[in-house]
């Protein structure tokens, strides 16, 4: 399973961006998804999560009502759209797929990570 995340960029805040993460393999709709990010200097936390059908999602409660997960399946693609973006949403965004079709918070239930996007919010 291989995971490519694309999307990020500069914006200021206040601004939106919309990441996309590709899934190769036929097994992607299986599986809940997450994204994570890491800011420098900080640990990797968790950001929002989809379950196998997309039918629940959760969020951080930093994010929560800015930020967006979906899933189509049958373009083996998850997205994260975020508005209102925050000079503290600036971090590397990394997307994952979890051992479980449920939601999952924790990193370690997550088993294959992509490469990350750099997202960078001007004040």
């Known amino acids: 399973v291989q995971l490519q995340a694309s999307g990020g960029g500069l914006v200021q805040a206040g601004g939106s961006l919309r990441l996309s993460c590709a899934a190769s393999?036929?097994?992607?709709?299986?599986?809940?998804m997450g994204w994570f990010r890491q800011a420098p200097g900080k640990e990797r936390e968790f950001v929002a999560t989809?379950?196998?059908?997309?039918?629940?999602?959760y969020y951080a409660d930093s994010v929560k009502g800015r930020f967006t997960i979906s899933r189509d399946n049958a373009k083996n693609t998850v997205y994260l759209q975020m508005n209102s973006l925050k000079p503290e949403d600036t971090a590397v965004y990394y997307c994952a797929r979890a051992r479980v079709r449920v939601v999952a918070t924790l990193g370690s239930l997550y088993d294959y990570w992509g490469q990350g996007t750099q997202v960078t919010v001007s004040s």
């Open positions: 393999g036929r097994t992607f709709s299986n599986y809940g």
């Open positions: 989809i379950t196998w059908n997309g039918g629940s999602t």
